[in-house]
Every structure is written in structure tokens, then in C-alpha cells.
């Protein structure tokens, strides 16, 4: 009786504990969907976000939620997976899902992705799997933008250091976009915490800086040569 007593109140220690600490944030590689598959090379449609996104809340005024599919102007946030190919050509970027915010602009503000959680003891970094070719990305930690660079592994990267071992909204988005042509995408998995910090986004400018310097002057000669040979 008396091993029993001490079980039940470790575990109802344990459970204030964490209680007291906040639960840490959950579905970060988007594997938590429980949608119902989409044909091979069809299309889905709109979903629940509750069972397409679980664990997070999607926002932005106006945005819809589906899966397998693309806005026709709306905000969107689309998960695409796991019957490939499909209609419109998403590839999971990691594991059977990937989510995919989508902003045209002009309809409201763009889409959101955000949940409330436990950001772990020790973390310098967060980062995810992003697809280059849609890497408009918007991070932000209470409000706060996270600065963000590329590192190895095709992921984009910010240091969060501030937040470590508090509770904090997590928030994912897109760039502002207006016109036809300033549509945004922005396609990226498998959030992760780090204990690794980046390098700061100053250091990695001034870098990019001189490389574009040194371009500029490598090609400046045969730009002279050719404005000589136009002359003549």
C-alpha cells in the first residue's frame, strides 16, 4: 500500500511539474495528419484543419485549409501527401507530409501556422527543411521575427536563445506579396530545437557582399570590352 502511494503521487508530482513547465510544441514534421489519400495524380480539396494540421492553428484572415491541392487566390496552408504523384506536383519534403503556405496578396494577410509550447532547456537555433525553389519565409517567436540563413542539409536556420526554457508562440508565414506576380510560397517540414547557435546574419551579409563585389569586379573588364566593341 505504502509502494503504491508513492507511485501515484510521483506520477501526480510529475504531472504538475510539467504542468507548471507547459507542454512542448508537437506535430513538427507534420506526420500527425489524418487525412483520407488522394487518387494518384488527383486532386484533394479542402480539409479540417484539425485533422490536416494537428496541434496547430491556422490563421490569417480569409485563409483556406486543403490538401493536395493550390488556392486559386486565397491564403492557403495545403498539406501535401503521401500519394505521389499528384495533380499539382508537391513531393514531400521529409517523411509522407509537408506544409505549404501559399499567399497571392491582396486578399487578406498572409497565412499563418502557430502553436503555443515549451521551447527545450538549452536551445540556441531553430530550423527546418525548406524546398528552394518556395523559401518565403516568415518565423517569429511571441511576435519576435526570427532573423533566418541557410545551413547545410537544405534548411534555413535563426538563433532563439532568448527563448530557451520558456513558453513561447511559434508562428510560421510567408512574406508580404502584392500583384499577380508577387505570389509567395513558402514549403518546408520537420521544425527541430538546437542546442547549435548560427552564425549572426550580419557576418553572413557581409560575406554575400564581398562575393557580389568580387563577381562585379571579375566580369567588370569584359563589360568594358564589349561597350568598346558596340563603339566601334
Known amino acids: 500500500m505504502k509502494i503504491r502511494r508513492i507511485i501515484l503521487l510521483g506520477a501526480f508530482s510529475s504531472a504538475l511539474l510539467q504542468s507548471g513547465l507547459g507542454q512542448g510544441f508537437v506535430n513538427l514534421d507534420f506526420e500527425d495528419a489524418t487525412v483520407a489519400p488522394t487518387p494518384v495524380n488527383g486532386f484533394g480539396g479542402s480539409v ?13 484572415s480569409g485563409t483556406v485549409v486543403i490538401y493536395n491541392d493550390l488556392s486559386l487566390g486565397a491564403p492557403a496552408a495545403c498539406l501535401m501527401g503521401p500519394d ?10 521529409e517523411g509522407s507530409y ?14 499563418t501556422l502557430s502553436q503555443t509550447g515549451l521551447v527545450p532547456a538549452g536551445t540556441q537555433s531553430i530550423n527546418f527543411l525548406v524546398s528552394p525553389s518556395a523559401s518565403d519565409a516568415v518565423v517569429t517567436l511571441n511576435g519576435v521575427p526570427i532573423p533566418l540563413l541557410p545551413i547545410s542539409g537544405g534548411r534555413l536556420a ?36 538546437s542546442p547549435t547557435s548560427v552564425p549572426e546574419p550580419s557576418i553572413c551579409s557581409l560575406v554575400i557582399v564581398c562575393i557580389l563585389i568580387l563577381s562585379w569586379r571579375i566580369k567588370r573588364p569584359n563589360n568594358a570590352l564589349e561597350r568598346t566593341a558596340t563603339v566601334l
Open 48 to 60: 479540417d484543419p484539425g485533422i490536416a494540421f494537428p496541434g496547430w492553428t491556422v490563421g490569417g
Open 84 to 93: 505521389f504523384p499528384n495533380a499539382v506536383n508537391y513531393t514531400p519534403l
Open 98 to 111: 509537408s506544409a505549404l503556405l501559399y499567399y497571392s496578396g491582396g486578399a487578406g494577410p498572409p497565412p
Open 158 to 193: 535563426g538563433n532563439v536563445a532568448a527563448f530557451a526554457g520558456n513558453e513561447a508562440q511559434l508562428t510560421f508565414s510567408t512574406t508580404g506579396s502584392f500583384g499577380v506576380f508577387g505570389d509567395r510560397f513558402f514549403y518546408f517540414d520537420d521544425v527541430q530545437f
